[in-house]
């Protein structure tokens, strides 16, 4: 039963009405949040307008650590059931989390240069940002090199596995070690280090971009399962009303 729910067919199935639903959630959040982030939001008392790259470098870094923690959550669904459609949520989502954890750093190193008079450091937050980067292209690279699929899931699956320690370790740098990156702000849910009316846009940019994550991956996964089940019935029966 479990396996028949996550099949590729009922994945394909179910998926297909939600796209336009997620257009619209995305939208939405992301025209709320960038408005009001760009002109509404008030400047930084120390850092001016400056600040307000957080609402691209917050959410980027965020979504690139929750693909990694989705991906490592299909990767033990694919290992322990063999269920095919979390191998290509996991093939589908390494790019992403890949070009989300670059966009973080480069624009931690458009703020960081005003604010610490450098492009980078060799900061805990950032290094092990940086690391995620790398495991990211490691499993594209392992992906690639790989022909046989179920070879390729398992290996791609247990290298995922292995690099989700880098995690707590990106989220508790600022906490373990003396850092120049600043501390916690909106995880301290009850009483998060930022004002409501700059919270707010970054919630909303937030949203915006998990939104995009599920909507890109999701028209992904639904294209490689067409390239994936091309034999079936079910695939060509489908390609038939295209």
């Known amino acids: ?99 989300f954890t670059l966009l973080a750093l480069i624009t931690g190193s458009i703020w960081g240069k005003p604010m610490w008079g450098t492009w980078w450091i060799w900061d805990a937050r950032l290094t092990s940002v940086l690391i995620l980067l790398f495991i990211y292209l490691g499993f594209i690279a392992l992906q690639s090199v790989i022909d046989d699929v179920q070879t390729r899931d398992r290996a791609t699956s247990i290298i995922t596995i292995v690099g989700i320690i880098n995690l707590p370790i990106i989220h508790y740098s600022v906490v373990w070690w003396s850092t120049l990156h600043q501390g916690p702000t909106i995880s301290k849910l009850s009483a998060p280090s930022i004002a409501l009316s700059m919270l707010y846009p970054l919630l909303a940019m937030i949203a915006a971009f998990i939104l995009f994550y599920v909507l890109i991956v999701m028209i992904r996964m639904r294209n490689q399962i067409l390239l994936r089940e091309i034999e079936t019935a079910w695939v060509r029966k489908v390609a038939m009303t295209l």
Do not use: E
């Open 1 to 99: 039963m479990f396996k028949k729910l996550l099949s590729p067919y009922a994945f394909y199935n179910h998926t297909t009405p939600l796209v336009p639903w997620i257009l619209a959630g995305f939208m939405l959040c992301f025209s709320y949040g960038i408005f009001a982030g760009l002109f509404i939001a008030p400047a930084d008392y120390q850092q001016g307008d400056g600040f307000r790259i957080i609402y691209v470098h917050v959410p980027s870094a965020f979504t690139a650590m929750l693909i990694y923690f989705t991906m490592a959550i299909c990767a033990m669904i694919t290992l322990i059931w063999r269920v095919k459609i979390t191998a290509i949520c996991m093939s589908c989502s390494a790019p992403m989390g890949a070009w």
